[in-house]
T-cell receptor, first 117, second 115 residues
Framework: GAVVSQHPSRVICKSGTSVKIECRSL??????MFWYRQFPKQSLMLMAT?????????EQGVEKDKFLINHASLTLSTLTVTSAHPEDSSFYIC?????????????FGQGTRLTVV | AQTVTQSQPEMSVQEAETVTLSCTYD???????LFWYKQPPSRQMILVIR??????QNATENRFSVNFQKAAKSFSLKISDSQLGDAAMYFC????????????FGTGTQLKVEL
């Protein structure tokens, strides 16, 4: 199957700083990427839909100014957590759709564990 | 709004035995996809099986099969000949056809496989 690479896998940052997470589709072009958040032993909650060359679409309750999403190319989307606080500590997962396929399988990155201290 | 419900937070199965994980969903759409994803301790999400709502035939992938009951809005996953490597969190997910790739996930079922 197609590969989606997410980096870093783990990051620890100080409260008040910003951290960037990258999501890359390695062997296909992804016009749309998705960012999820997962709390321990809970489900994946969609945060936003990232569209190449346009503004991201955020789910209700997700702060646009806090979670900045950029999808500058067909293979890269980034999520920046700005002015991070301990409550932002979570597991963040991206997924991407291979637009060349006839049906819509979503491939997932390995996830990023963010810890804000 | 679409919702996906998994009523079994945890399930256990003996190695080589069969286990069924339950999932129900609520939607007003007639055309959609249903999925089962596996999330092992590595946290990497892996697609196990998918079902198109317009297909009456239940999907099968090797040891994994589903029981899709559209009228009842039920989508259970059966794992046959369970293996230690099947131990993971399993998520049922829903996607409306044409709705990009926006997935709605259930709360998950933690599957333990015992020797």
């Amino acid at each position: 199957g197609a590969v989606v690479s997410q980096h870093p896998s783990r990051v620890i940052c100080k409260s008040g700083t910003s951290v960037k997470i990258e999501c890359r589709s390695l062997d296909f072009q992804a016009t749309t990427m998705f960012w999820y958040r997962q709390f321990p032993k809970q489900s994946l909650m969609l945060m936003a839909t990232s569209n190449e060359g346009s503004k991201a679409t955020y789910e209700q309750g997700v702060e646009k100014d806090k979670f900045l999403i950029n999808h500058a190319s067909l293979t890269l989307s980034t999520l920046t957590v700005t002015s991070a606080h301990p409550e932002d500590s979570s597991f963040y997962i991206c997924s991407a759709r291979d637009g060349g396929k006839g049906w819509t399988e979503a491939f997932f990155g390995q996830g990023t564990r963010l810890t804000v201290v | 709004a679409q919702t996906v419900t998994q009523s079994q937070p945890e399930m256990s199965v003996q190695e080589a035995e069969t286990v069924t994980l339950s999932c129900t969903y609520d939607t007003s759409e007639s055309d959609y996809y249903l999925f089962w994803y596996k999330q092992p301790p590595s946290r990497q999400m892996i697609l196990v099986i998918r079902q198109e709502a317009y297909k009456q035939q239940n999907a099968t992938e090797n040891r994994f099969s589903v029981n899709f009951q559209k009228a009842a809005k039920s989508f259970s996953l059966k794992i046959s000949d369970s293996q230690l490597g099947d131990a993971a969190m399993y998520f049922c997910a829903y996607k409306v056809t044409g709705g990009g790739n926006k997935l709605t996930f259930g709360t998950g079922t933690q599957l333990k496989v015992e020797l």
